[in-house]
């Protein structure tokens, strides 16, 4: 069973650009999260979308949005950058709302210059 | 709110030496608890979890950890670490009724020396 994909592996976007970033869930899998990983805050939880609907939210501003389709596959996306949000962004999977047990993406490194 | 201490940000071991890695953590209730791995540039891949029942669980590459609910404590042992185990170990808990599904600690990096 193929694992989470994310992409791109990396991207670099200047000041003031958007960034839409790609989720593909294990197959069966309902839930998607999103974790925003940065050396001096760590994981830090962005949102959780399931059934096409966001049920949670991390305390991040609007800029930060996301969606997920039909088929689960989820994109989170990124209005006018700023050099803070340089991180690793990492997509987990689980099987249902309830299932706390997540499986991870290998992430994109966004770098924002 | 629950939340997690590494208080280890980093651990330096000898090959071969015996390695544990230190989680305490704070929630109300029962806690569903989780030891991930992630190597450098790479996601996190679960090594371990407590949900009830037994409370010392085996993990994978030799890991295991122990629930101990008096000193709220879940801490990672492993007898013989090996180089390939030099990463970031980070503890989580996790939670039914909270905002998110997993709260994680801050981490502890494993080093390896020959």
């Known amino acids: 069973k193929a694992g989470v994909t994310q992409t791109p592996r990396y991207l670099i976007k200047t000041r003031g650009q958007q960034v839409t970033l790609s989720c593909s869930p294990i197959?069966?899998?309902?839930?998607v999260s999103w974790y925003q990983q940065t050396p001096g805050q760590g994981l830090q939880f962005l949102f959780e979308y399931f059934s096409e609907t966001q049920r949670n939210k991390g305390n991040f501003p609007g800029r930060f949005s996301g969606r997920q389709f039909s088929n689960s596959r989820s994109e989170m996306n990124v209005s006018t950058l700023e050099l803070g949000d340089s991180a690793l962004y990492l997509c987990a999977s689980s099987r249902d709302r309830e299932d706390e047990k997540l499986f991870f993406g290998s992430g994109t490194q966004l770098s924002v210059l | 709110a629950q939340s997690v201490t590494q208080p280890d940000i980093h651990i330096t071991v000898s090959e071969g030496a015996s390695l544990e890695l230190r989680c305490n953590y704070s929630?109300?209730?029962?806690?569903?608890l989780f030891w991930y791995v992630q190597s450098p540039g790479q996601g996190l891949q679960l090594l371990l979890k407590?949900?009830?029942?037994?409370?010392l669980v085996q993990g994978i590459k030799g890991f295991e950890a122990e629930f101990k609910r008096s000193q709220s404590s879940f801490n990672l042992r492993k007898p013989s670490v090996h180089w390939s185990d030099a990463a970031e170990y980070f503890c989580a808990v996790g939670s039914n009724f909270g905002n998110e599904k997993l709260t994680f600690g801050t981490g502890t990096r494993l080093t390896i020396i020959p």
């Open positions: 407590y949900f009830s029942g037994d409370t």
């Open positions: 197959s069966g899998h309902r839930s």
């Open positions: 929630y109300g209730a029962t806690p569903y």
